[in-house]
């Protein structure tokens, strides 16, 4: 098969994680017979740096014409007195919206035998698997009105029934191919949004009866998820608390580094990212963890590319890494050895010839 691949490695650790990836990308094509023609376009502060607009049309158009998005991260501290307009984060934002991509699957498992990489007790973490559903082309983030001045300031939390009904049933859709549970996190006790989102639960319900259905308050939420992480499957919320939700539960593999995340909307067409930001902090070190960028790779050629096969050689592949004694400084485990961002892709890609030449 061949597909084209829009690559945006942004900012920071984002062209590292990304350059990783693309390399497992190709050596997927090698290995499996298909053609991944990259084509790399600009976004976030790069893009404001060189073009003076963190999402150029060329970049829209670029990616239009791609069969699917790989973005690495944007942002960085050089950017963050910006006006919002020629924020980094104002090109991530746009791009979700200007593709519709409503649907952010952030897939959250523990990787076996890792657990003392979560600051968690085993026993809590060692189970988790989950499959956080967030909503992400309306709520805050694009409400209206939205505006700032010195006196005071204003963001909206808007959803239309519509919009609750296609994320909600993305959720059950999700929870039949999984565990069978769906967990609806909202603030039903005091927002309306979340009094209509609860409701729009209730309704598609009936249409889902194998699947158990839970609703939590989000603040519930956050406490069960350090709790009884392992009791969540699939969890379908309003996008800030998904947002906030998911770099929580990251903690439960050990890092922020391990989460992967697909952005679709029904037609197979998604831009796929890691959950983390470009990490100031490590940038430019080549000590990221590649992990999260490599199994958005896996979801791209899952969701986008219909590669099911393919998709969980990359992930057998990921987590053989770690199995095999390798870790990154993110997540590291006594006698495990510390690899570059680099190197832990050339070891991803050692392993997924290994498992070929095995077949
Ligand atoms: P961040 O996710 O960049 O980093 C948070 C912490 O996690 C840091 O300590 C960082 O070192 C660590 N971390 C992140 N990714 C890692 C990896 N792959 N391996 C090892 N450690 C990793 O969040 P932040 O510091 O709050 O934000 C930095 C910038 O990134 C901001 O400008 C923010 O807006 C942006 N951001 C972008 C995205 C995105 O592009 N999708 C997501 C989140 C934040
Ligand atoms: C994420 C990020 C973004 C978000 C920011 C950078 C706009 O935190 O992808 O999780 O809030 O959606
Ligand atoms: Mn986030």
């Known amino acids: 098969m061949k597909k084209t691949v829009a690559v945006l490695h942004g900012d920071g650790v984002g062209q590292e994680v990304t350059e990783a990836a693309v390399k497992v990308l190709q050596s997927v094509g090698r290995r499996f017979d298909h ?37 690495g991260a944007v942002g960085g501290p ?39 990489a979560s600051p968690l007790k085993d026993h809590l973490s060692k189970d988790v698997d989950m499959m956080i559903v967030r ?6 983030y694009f409400g ?53 989102w609860r409701e729009v639960v209730e309704e598609k319900k009936a249409h889902y009866p194998d699947v158990e259905v839970e609703h939590l308050l989000v603040d ?27 770099d929580e539960a990251s903690v439960l593999t050990g890092s ?21 930001g470009s990490a100031p902090d490590i940038a430019g070190m080549n000590i990221a963890n590649p992990s999260a960028a490599i199994l958005s790779v896996a979801m791209m050629l899952k969701y986008s590319f219909g590669m099911e096969t393919e998709a969980s050689a990359v992930e ?20 495990h050895r510390v690899l570059s961002t680099s190197a832990f892709a050339d070891k991803v890609i050692e392993e997924l010839e290994r498992e070929l030449v095995s077949d």
């Open 135 to 140: 909503e992400l082309t309306g709520g805050l």
């Open 256 to 276: 922020l580094g391990m989460l992967p995340s697909a952005s679709i909307r029904s037609d197979g067409f998604g831009l796929y990212e890691p959950v983390h």
């Open 144 to 196: 209206e009105p939205k505006r700032k001045n010195h006196n005071g300031a204003v963001d909206s939390l808007t959803y239309s029934r519509e919009e609750i009904e296609r994320i909600v049933e993305q959720g059950f859709e999700l929870a039949r191919l999984r565990k069978g549970k769906v967990t609806s996190v909202d603030k039903a006790n005091v927002l309306e949004t979340s009094k209509l």
């Open 35 to 71: 053609t991944f023609e990259v084509k790399k376009g600009l976004i976030g502060g790069i893009a404001i740096d060189e073009m003076g607009d963190p999402l150029p049309k060329e970049t829209l158009d670029t990616c239009e014409k791609s069969d699917a998005v790989l973005l």
């Open 220 to 246: 519930a939420a956050a406490m069960k998820l350090i709790t009884q992480p392992a009791s969540f499957d699939v969890v379908v919320t309003e996008n800030l608390f998904g947002d906030i939700l998911s």
């Open 316 to 335: 057998t592949a990921v987590y053989s890494v770690f199995d095999d004694g390798y870790c990154t400084t993110d997540v590291q485990k006594a006698g």
């Open 78 to 116: 050089k950017w963050d007195q910006n006006p919002s307009a020629l924020r980094p984060e104002k090109g991530l934002l746009g791009i979700r919206k200007h593709f519709g991509l409503f649907a952010n699957l952030r897939p959250v498992k523990a990787i076996k035998g890792m657990s003392e």
